[in-house]
């Protein structure tokens, strides 16, 4: 009952940065979680940064510092600032939604590609 859509990804160089975005539309709850997740070819899918609707923010050990995850409530979007941009960060980035009421399941966009590359 919710949908996302990203957007943002795309090929930069190593040290560059890149902007994501993710719409969330549908049954969208205040009382949420969004973020961002990403997998490599041959990796577990792991998370990125996710923020609560109380603003409590979690970033992986490995991005902490360069990647800065923010929401805008109204719009029901959120977004992922990266900065300093290195290969390993190549991956296809997700985004997530998951809400509290019953029932409620993971949510997942279906990726945008961020590759580092020269």
């Known amino acids: 009952q919710v949908q996302l859509v990203e957007s943002g990804g795309g090929l930069v160089q190593p040290g560059g940065s890149l902007r994501l975005s993710c719409a969330a539309s549908?049954?969208?709850?205040?009382?949420?979680?969004m973020g961002w997740y990403r997998q490599a070819p041959g990796k577990q899918r792991e998370l990125v940064a996710a923020i609560t609707s109380g603003g409590t923010t979690n970033y992986a050990d490995s991005v902490k510092g360069r990647f800065t995850i923010s929401r805008d409530s109204a719009k029901n979007t959120v977004s992922l600032q990266i900065n300093n941009l290195k290969p390993e960060d190549t991956s296809v980035y997700y985004c997530y939604y998951r809400d509290w009421m019953p029932g409620s399941r993971d949510h997942w966009g279906q990726g945008t590609q961020v590759t580092v590359s020269t």
């Open positions: 549908g049954s969208v709850f205040a009382d949420k979680t």
